[in-house]
Nanobody, 126 residues
Framework: EVHLVESGGGLVQAGGSLRLSCAGT????????IGWFRQAPGKEREGVSCTNSGLDNTYFRDSVKGRFTISSDNAKKTVYLQMDNLKPEDTAVYFCAADSWDCTGNDREAWEFDYWGKGTEVNVSS
């Protein structure tokens, strides 16, 4: 059974940093692309990042470029989303998702992803 578990969320002041983790089990981790999405209260889910196991063709939405980075540890089946210089508008529940189709460097829709974690909450205070 496939499981994705996010962790690392929390409350941070604007300008601070958090590192989110997405740990996957039950599937061949390095054969799947991992997407990060977020959903703020009252808003639709939006794509934040998408990367392949080799961290190629990584996509970041414009509003996080230069502030968020991706790394991975395939041995641990974990992808990390490093979030620096956080802003109040980054406040949301962050989800990771896995899909067998590669990321292409462009945004991908949430419905394209096969497997989802339950999310981790990020709150950035001003």
């Amino acid at each position: 059974e496939v499981h994705l578990v996010e962790s690392g969320g929390g409350l941070v002041q604007a300008g601070g940093s958090l590192r989110l983790s997405c740990a996957g089990t039950g599937f061949t981790f390095d054969e799947y692309a991992i997407g990060w999405f977020r959903q703020a209260p009252g808003k639709e889910r939006e794509g934040v990042s998408c990367t392949n196991s080799g961290l190629d063709n990584t996509y970041f939405r414009d509003s996080v470029k230069g502030r968020f980075t991706i790394s991975s540890d395939n041995a641990k089946k974990t992808v990390y989303l490093q979030m620096d210089n956080l802003k109040p508008e980054d406040t949301a529940v962050y989800f990771c998702a896995a899909d067998s189709w590669d990321c292409t460097g462009n945004d991908r829709e949430a419905w394209e992803f096969d497997y989802w974690g339950k999310g981790t909450e990020v709150n950035v205070s001003s």
